[in-house]
């Protein structure tokens, strides 16, 4: 839309919640389905078998890429079943970004209800503990992951994904009736670094599976999209405070991480946000009068 | 079997350290290149109705987390509903039973009851490949014979307090 807006009349809250309330169900539905999952595979139904790393729903697989990839460069070769079953997820991430994050992901729930705790509960010097500068961080985890995980001939990147443990976790209590050392000890170790660590430290900056979703990304796909010329708060933008992951959406680049979870442009009271096919906002679309 | 095909990964040595090489499911791969293809998705372990395969402890190193079989808990039934289901090739899809080489059984002739002269043929009786498998001799002692695939049934079924008949993982592979 072309059309010059100076000032809208501010949407209702209920309009302002609209995207997240949907990506709450989302995830709520997700996280459902593998507590409930188990509970088929031991009353016999076994079609839909498998975790977040790897989900087998009839004669459908869909396999997570981050774990793809570091069984193939651990291994040497690349299996034709492992192709299959990365490609439709590969696929989304080309066409939306890492949208697996915020809108499936069980740990990204989690990870924001503890983070939402911590704003609540917690006093001051936590609550305003910076944001870790991600943009270098994440792609050299990512590439350390898969060295190291080459290095020790173990597929590393998936060992240690959290969206992986977190369904690992109900698979093995409910359906094997044990708790197995690994995947608990991994997963206390993540949930100390989620509420000890820096804000959000693991989707942000360390998971390999959302890094990886983050690096597939097209030059055009679904994105947020900033028209600066509607926005009313260029120095305490609401867009940002909003964000889970602590992005300014004006000013997002393709790789910065925005997982569409569009709690910005439910959080934009002037309607400057959109949600559309496109490249995410770049720099070029900075809005002048920013610093 | 043997070492041949097996390379030797280059930190093996640590693996050593930890556990002797664990018994894999039907249709897994070489030891090192399982350790490597497995992502821990947990399909296989959730399509054995019998949980035959349970991950794997701290104490395996670099393979924590993969599927064992650990018979003396659950042997595996041969039912190979797992190798069809891996989703990144640490399991060759096969479907012949036959074809397994998860192990190789070895009966312990100071313990066996066969051997100490009590009248015992539990694993005999129990193995899911009869003859190809496992036999009496002239003198009603068990024979392990080439068609062992080592699913760990006989270790299950072993009336004895510690099995005298006890499963030797195989590097691994499927037999040609």
């Known amino acids: 839309m072309s059309r010059p807006v100076l000032l809208e009349e501010p949407r209702s809250s209920a309009q302002r919640r609209q995207w997240t309330r949907w990506r709450r169900l989302c995830q709520a539905l997700v996280a459902l389905f593998y507590l409930l999952l188990p509970w088929l595979n031991v009353h016999g139904y076994r079609q839909v078998v498998g975790t977040l790393a790897s989900l087998k729903i009839g004669s459908l697989d869909l396999t997570e890429p981050a774990a793809g990839l570091a069984a193939a460069l651990g291994a040497g070769r690349v299996s034709v079943v492992l192709l299959v079953g990365v490609a439709p997820v590969v696929g989304l991430a080309l066409l939306a970004g890492p949208v697996f994050c915020s809108w499936v992901c069980p740990w990204g729930l989690l990870s924001e209800g503890v983070d939402r705790l911590h704003q609540r509960l917690l006093p001051r010097p936590w609550r305003e503990r910076a944001w870790v500068r991600v943009r270098t961080v994440r792609w050299a985890m990512l590439a350390a992951a898969l060295l190291l995980g080459g290095l020790l001939a173990m597929p590393l990147a998936a060992v240690i994904s959290a969206p992986r443990l977190i369904t690992s976790l109900p698979l093995e209590v409910i359906y094997l009736r044990i708790l197995s050392p690994v995947t608990a000890g991994l997963l206390l170790a993540l949930l100390a670094l989620e509420v000890f660590g820096p804000r959000r430290l693991w989707c942000r900056a360390l998971c390999p599976v959302g890094a990886l979703a983050n690096y597939l990304r097209f030059p055009k796909t679904l994105a947020v999209r900033f028209a600066p010329e509607r926005c009313l708060c260029p120095r305490l933008p609401l867009c940002h405070l909003h964000c889970p992951w602590g992005i300014d959406p004006r000013q997002a680049g393709r790789f910065d991480g925005c997982s569409n979870c569009l709690a910005c442009v439910d959080g934009c009271p002037s309607g400057a946000l959109t949600v559309g096919w496109g490249s995410p906002v770049g720099r070029q679309s900075r809005p002048r009068d920013d610093s | ?176």
């Open chain 2, 1 to 176: 079997m043997g070492a041949k095909g097996m390379r030797s990964s280059r930190l093996a040595w640590l693996r050593a350290l930890f556990a002797a090489p664990p018994l894999r499911p039907p249709g897994a791969r070489p030891e090192r290149e399982f350790a490597a293809l497995c992502i821990r998705c947990g399909r296989c372990g959730a399509v054995c109705p019998y949980r035959s395969l349970v991950p794997a402890g701290w104490e395996y190193g670099s393979a924590a987390g993969t599927p064992v079989v650990i018979p003396r808990s659950v042997p595996c039934y041969l039912c190979m509903e797992c190798p069809p289901v891996c989703p990144s090739g640490a399991l060759d899809p096969i479907t012949d039973k036959r074809a397994v080489r998860m192990g190789f059984a070895e009966v312990n002739p100071d313990t066996c009851y066969a051997f100490l002269g009590i009248l015992c043929r539990t694993c005999v009786d129990e193995c899911p490949l009869g003859e190809a498998a496992l036999i009496q001799d002239g003198q009603l002692r068990p024979v392990v014979l080439e068609g062992c695939v080592g699913c760990g049934i006989c270790e299950k079924v072993c009336p004895t307090l510690e099995p005298a008949i006890v499963v030797r993982a195989a590097t691994g592979g499927v037999r040609p």
